[in-house]
């Protein structure tokens, strides 16, 4: 009896094992794990840089200038004797500041107006005898100066100033006798042969208040630092790699110098601050802007290593949770790569289904959420798991999604940025230390992309205009220098 049993168990165990080994082999016959899966690109190439052009605005305000200019010319301009032959005279003049002298502007000159007191002292040998006023006279008159605004290869101030007229408020005359001696003649051609000192006075101080050099390689220094645009989810870097810089001088109000730098610069966007850490290329030579505009061109290149974007998706998925109508699944594994002009993404889940999730797609930029996200893309399912077909949709609704949301990437923040490296830049420069920079009606678009063997490169492209209101200049004195009110 006890064989009897033990035969038919034997029979039983083989007649089952049977239908489960047939099983087995009918449910691997279509889902094989060595899955055919797309090749990863395995060639090495570079885009092509496209150079950026933004307009930086400059302003000078010339009521705050003036101040300046009034407190550092003050008191005595010139003393000094000169020699009347054909009257076999001399005469001692004192050149002072009577009024505060006023700036205009009228592109590309400079013009002042200088309110001046000529004292005199007149001595003349007669017959032996020392005649001499023993007051000084004393004339007024106004000096009409002209300065054409320019610069010199190393960006320092280089006007030429030139006297353009005099403007007599009180005629010199001086009582000699029974005659007044009138010294009109003999002043303008002392003002006239002296006026190199009174307008190189006029021109160190300007060029000690302009400091365009100062403030240009500032921003050129300060604008080509890597910036930290992002913080959340992951760290993202902005840096530019300025190539040059142009400057025109701009018609506007009488009261302010106006300016329009262009800066030709590469702009990088970058998840490894290392990459961006380079020496600011050399401040090129002053050179003048042919023509003006305030549009922007800008093309931010984004070259991303593969290794370190993988590192970072599964850093932030690996072991997620997700659930939905009964089934829970745990994201193993994400990997990213290119397949020809393709993006493939692979994600390995387990738990209730235990699958191979390939993505595959194209990177667009999406207007409405200003973002690159992974657009119109195609997926496949590679799994032994019979269920598969039940939970096709909700794997791709629950998992394939919730993947693909981590891949997108938020441009609008690194446009906007920029203006924070142009704002930031300035107002440590000596140009304005409150500046606002604003850029309106930005066209965005994605440019140009590609992924190779070992990077994700893309590059970003917005073209607008900009708005920059300098508030306040930093042309301002020393703590030891006293402005009048």
Not at 65 to 85: A, H, P, W, Y
Not at 221 to 243: G, H, M, S, T
Not at 256 to 265: C, D, F, G, K, Q
Not at 370 to 391: E, V
Request: with cysteine; hydrophobic share 40%; net charge negative.
């Amino acid at each position: 009896m006890l064989l009897a049993i033990i035969a038919y168990i034997k029979k039983f165990a083989l007649a089952n094992g049977l239908v489960i080994f047939l099983a087995f082999c009918i449910l691997s016959c279509g889902n094989s794990t060595n899955y055919d899966l797309p090749l990863a690109n395995d060639f090495d190439s570079t885009l092509v840089k496209n150079t950026s052009t933004l307009y930086v605005p400059i302003s000078f305000d010339l009521n705050n200038l003036t101040k300046l200019v009034n407190t550092k010319l003050d008191g005595t301009f010139l003393s000094k004797d000169i020699l009347i032959e054909d009257r076999k005279a001399e005469i001692f003049l004192e050149v002072t500041k009577t009024d505060n002298i006023n700036l205009y502007w009228d592109t590309p000159v400079l013009t002042y107006t200088a309110p001046l007191k000529i004292s005199a002292l007149f001595k003349k040998d007669l017959l032996g005898l020392t005649i001499k006023n023993q007051k000084p006279i004393e004339t007024e008159l106004i000096l009409h100066m002209k300065s054409e605004i320019d610069f010199d290869q190393s960006w320092k101030l280089s006007p030429t100033t030139t006297l353009d007229s005099i403007q007599w408020i009180k005629e010199p005359t001086l009582p000699v006798g029974f005659f007044e001696l009138n010294l009109k003649n003999q002043l303008e051609k002392f003002l006239i042969e002296n006026q190199d000192t009174l307008l190189y006075q006029l021109d160190a101080t300007l060029g000690s208040l302009i400091k365009l050099d100062e403030a240009i390689t500032k921003i050129w220094v300060d604008i080509q630092k890597p910036i930290l645009i992002n913080r959340q989810a992951q760290e993202v870097w902005l840096k530019l790699d300025a190539q040059d810089i142009r400057l025109k001088l701009l018609k506007g109000p009488k009261k302010e110098i106006r300016a329009l730098a262009r800066l030709n610069t590469f702009v990088y966007a970058d998840i490894n601050r290392e990459k961006l850490e380079n020496l600011p290329n050399r401040l090129p030579r002053y050179r003048k802007l042919s023509f003006s505009e305030d549009s922007l061109k800008i093309f931010i290149h984004s070259n991303l290593d593969l290794n370190e974007i993988n590192e970072i998706i599964n850093y932030n998925l690996k072991g997620q949770q997700l659930s939905y109508s009964g089934y829970t699944v745990n994201i193993d594994s994400v990997r990213l790569y290119g397949n020809k002009e393709k993006v493939i993404v692979l994600s390995w889940i387990a738990g209730d289904v235990e699958a191979l999730i390939e993505v595959e797609g194209k990177p667009m930029y999406i207007q409405d959420k200003k973002q690159i996200a992974i657009d119109s893309f195609n997926y496949k399912i590679h799994t032994n798991n019979t269920l598969l077909g039940i939970t096709n949709n909700l794997l791709y609704e629950y998992v394939m999604n919730h993947v693909v949301s981590y891949l997108s990437i938020e441009i609008s923040e690194e446009i906007s940025r920029l203006s924070d490296i142009i704002n930031q830049a300035i107002s440590n420069s000596n140009i304005g230390d409150k500046v606002e920079i604003l850029f309106h009606n930005l066209d965005i678009d994605l440019s140009d992309f590609l992924i190779s063997k070992n990077f994700l490169q893309f590059t970003i492209y917005a073209e607008g205009r900009a708005e920059i209101n300098i508030k306040k200049e930093a042309i301002r004195p020393r703590a030891h220098e006293k402005v009048n009110p």
